[in-house]
């Protein structure tokens, strides 16, 4: 046996040995003092390659030496790998402190979490419409303005938009339940071709086809009483407020330009 495998006698080498998790041992300074097989197996290495190696010795594998909970590594083939790494504490029998790297391969639990992650994010993508609301989610508002604002370019038809932000009393935001009412509410009071959907968390866009700003403004006047009428099932007022400003389409407006001078007028506007 060993010099080195003596000054280990405190741990089951056997045992480790035997074990189907990759294990390291390092010293104070980080470097390996020991490696089972099952780690040189993980890594492709030779058992011997990682004794006495460090973050100097081994580049392709400095984070193995972190203690880190995830660590990636590349391997001869340039294929990316995944460990779970646990850590702990321990001394050898002249009590010199070592520390002691479990890991476990989970590359294939990687590679699928990213396979979801990407499903995910393309079912978001295809998604035009807000859960709560069932009116167009802000993603959706935004295609529909700018197929509106191309086709003001092209034929100079007349578009406004109107920004809202609406609030209970207390100026707390909106309940979910408040929130349907509102979303309700806008179908009922605007025509089929206007466009309704929640921009954000407290905001509506509604977007105008062939609406001039005169028209517009009674729109939103009209808009905003019946926001503020809005009572529950029970009859009790839900006492709303709203700020709300409006942006007509003019030469070189994009939707970014128009969405910006609605918000602008939105908070220069006294809440109704």
């Given at each position: 046996?060993?010099?080195?495998?003596?000054?280990?006698e405190i741990f089951d080498i056997d045992w480790l040995d035997q074990c189907p998790s990759g294990v390291l041992v390092?010293?104070?300074?980080?470097?390996?003092?020991?490696?089972?097989?099952?780690?040189?197996?993980?890594?492709?290495?030779?058992?011997?390659?990682?004794?006495?190696?460090?973050?100097?010795?081994?580049?392709?594998?400095?984070?193995?030496?972190?203690?880190?909970?995830?660590?990636?590594?590349?391997?001869?083939?340039?294929?990316?790998?995944?460990?779970?790494?646990?850590?702990?504490?321990?001394?050898?029998?002249?009590?010199?402190?070592?520390?002691?790297?479990?890991?476990?391969?989970?590359?294939?639990?990687?590679e699928l979490q990213r396979q979801r992650d990407e499903l995910r994010a393309r079912v978001e993508a295809l998604s035009?419409?807000?859960?709560?609301?069932?009116?167009?989610n802000r993603r959706a508002l935004v295609h529909a303005l700018e197929e509106q604002v191309t086709r003001s370019r092209?034929?100079?038809?007349?578009?406004?938009?109107?920004?809202?932000?609406?609030?209970?009393?207390?100026?707390?935001?909106?309940?979910?339940?408040?929130?349907?009412?509102?979303?309700?509410?806008?179908?009922?009071?605007?025509?089929?071709?206007?466009?309704?959907?929640?921009?954000?968390?407290?905001?509506?866009?509604?977007?105008?086809?062939?609406?001039?700003?005169?028209?517009?403004?009674?729109?939103?006047?009209?808009?905003?009483?019946?926001?503020?009428?809005?009572?529950?099932?029970?009859?009790?007022?839900?006492?709303?407020?709203?700020?709300?400003?409006?942006?007509?389409?003019?030469?070189?407006?994009?939707?970014?330009?128009?969405?910006?001078?609605?918000?602008?007028?939105?908070?220069?506007?006294?809440?109704?």
């Amino acid at each position: 046996m060993s010099d080195q495998t003596e000054r280990l006698e405190i741990f089951d080498i056997d045992w480790l040995d035997q074990c189907p998790s990759g294990v390291l041992v390092l010293d104070r300074e980080r470097r390996a003092l020991w490696a089972n097989r099952a780690l040189a197996t993980m890594l492709g290495m030779q058992r011997e390659s990682l004794i006495h190696a460090d973050r100097t010795r081994l580049p392709d594998h400095v984070a193995l030496f972190d203690g880190d909970p995830l660590v990636q590594i590349n391997d001869d083939n340039g294929e990316e790998r995944w460990l779970k790494c646990t850590t702990a504490e321990a001394r050898t029998r002249e009590h010199a402190p070592v520390h002691l790297h479990f890991y476990q391969e989970i590359t294939a639990q990687v590679e699928l979490q990213r396979q979801r992650d990407e499903l995910r994010a393309r079912v978001e993508a295809l998604s035009t419409r807000d859960p709560v609301t069932g009116v167009l989610n802000r993603r959706a508002l935004v295609h529909a303005l700018e197929e509106q604002v191309t086709r003001s370019r092209r034929y100079q038809n007349p578009l406004m938009i109107i920004l809202m932000r609406v609030r209970e009393a207390n100026d707390t935001p909106l309940s979910d339940e408040a929130m349907l009412a509102v979303s309700q509410t806008l179908r009922d009071r605007l025509r089929w071709a206007d466009i309704i959907g929640r921009y954000d968390d407290e905001h509506f866009l509604i977007i105008l086809p062939e609406t001039r700003r005169e028209a517009g403004n009674d729109v939103l006047i009209g808009v905003q009483e019946s926001i503020t009428a809005i009572e529950t099932r029970q009859g009790v007022s839900l006492a709303l407020s709203t700020q709300a400003g409006f942006a007509s389409w003019e030469k070189g407006d994009d939707p970014r330009r128009l969405i910006q001078r609605a918000l602008d007028q939105m908070l220069a506007a006294p809440t109704a």
